[in-house]
């Protein structure tokens, strides 16, 4: 059989399938590097604050990449438009978020989380000072996506999910688009802490969809192998098999 | 040139011929979802969901919350064409058929309808290549 191997047709076919199986090893190891790929931590990236707009969207769903990341906006507060949220917890210690509404030189609406106060009387002191004199409008901060709204018992002051399409409904002026996510600023106005806003968490682990297609390109490379070894050994056996002559 | 099927294989044939019957019809329809799948993915923007409270509908894909109909018809697909590659090897194996027509039938995954024909013509073929065998053997 080896002889048949040896032949330089059967050569090139095997230089062909070692090819082919190494162009498979190559696929096994960009699955490989994808599936750590997908779990990879982006911290540097989220640290270096980028203009909002950069990346996010008006009226989009914030993608992935920006959960989380610094970024800066310039915007007008709405006097009137801010709200306070309940049971909000800031570093261990539960208390009340202030939220104004922003408004950028686009005409879109951003929410922002100004900072936190631990009792409701003191949030809402603050709430007067900044619909006196709001605060200016260059705002830096991290860039979070929209809580999902929950009921509440809003009318006894319990309201405590920072939701986008909730506020919505809460500001005296209509947004003409208005951002998926919110903001929570770097810097408290006066009368307010500064709500603590630590890096994204990156999380370590293995997307295990990946890690199986690598053992398939593998096993797949290794078939091509195969085929070459099948393929000789069939050339063989036509060679040297007494052939079964079909009857008529 | 193929060296034809050997004699004592025939029963084996016919099993083989009836699993690639079944492999190439899910096969087949896995890729017609698939490509009905790519059409709104890529065409549309919007993945098929299958959401708890709506039932089926078309989402854009960061914003479903139910299951993910699109991606599972991708991965189904792909594990299911490694069935039917493996049952393509084994007919081709047991045939003897030429290398050719391995590749060809491999095709049947790949592109659309062409399994549903595959599914009538290769069992006809390899039928066709055990019918001499058979007769020897009776």
Redesign the interface.
């Known amino acids: 059989m080896w002889a048949v191997a040896r032949r330089p047709r059967w050569i090139a076919a095997l230089l062909l399938c070692l090819a082919i199986a190494g162009g498979f090893a190559a696929l096994g190891q960009w699955q490989l590097e994808r599936s750590f790929e997908s779990a990879a931590p982006r911290t540097e990236e989220t640290e270096v604050a980028v203009p909002l707009d950069d990346v996010s969207t008006p009226q989009t769903?914030v993608?992935?990449s920006a959960i989380g990341q610094q970024v800066t906006a310039s915007g007008d507060f709405v006097s009137g438009d801010y709200v306070v949220l309940s049971e909000r917890i800031n570093l261990a210690a539960p208390g009340y978020w202030v939220v104004g509404h922003a408004v950028t030189s686009d005409g879109a609406s951003l929410a922002v989380a100004l900072g936190w106060a631990a009792t409701e009387d003191a949030a809402a002191d603050a709430v007067r000072s900044l619909d006196a004199s709001a605060p200016d409008g260059a705002l830096t901060g991290r860039y979070l996506p929209t809580e999902s709204p929950a009921e509440s018992d809003f009318e006894s002051g319990v309201r405590s999910t920072m939701a986008v399409p909730e506020l919505i409904n809460l500001w005296a002026q209509a947004p003409d688009g208005v951002y998926g996510g919110y903001l929570i600023l770097d810097s408290a106005p006066a009368g307010l802490e500064l709500i603590d806003a630590p890096e994204p968490v990156t999380e370590i682990g293995l997307n295990l969809?990946n890690v199986f297609?690598a053992i398939?390109w593998v096993v797949f490379a290794g078939f091509a192998i195969f085929?070459w070894y099948?393929?000789v050994r069939?050339a063989w056996?036509?060679e040297n098999?007494p052939?079964?002559e079909?009857?008529e | 040139m193929p060296i034809g099927p050997r004699p004592e294989d025939a029963p084996k044939i016919r099993r083989t011929i009836a699993v690639y019957k079944v492999s190439s019809i899910i096969t087949g329809t896995f890729l017609l979802l698939l490509v009905v799948m790519m059409v709104t993915r890529y065409g549309f923007g919007v993945d098929i969901e299958l959401n708890p409270v709506y039932g089926l509908q078309l989402t854009p894909k960061e914003l479903i919350t139910g299951v993910n109909l699109s991606t599972a018809i991708l991965i189904a697909h792909g594990w299911l064409y490694v069935l039917y590659l493996g049952t393509d090897f084994v007919l081709w194996r047991q045939i003897r058929w030429s290398f050719g027509k391995f590749l060809f039938i491999a095709l049947g995954g790949i592109i659309p309808l062409l399994s549903f024909f595959l599914e009538r013509r290769v069992p006809r073929d390899a039928l066709a290549a055990i019918a001499p065998l058979e007769k020897v053997a009776a």
């Open positions: 769903p993608p992935e969809l297609y398939e085929l099948r393929l069939d056996e036509l098999e052939k079964t079909p009857v």
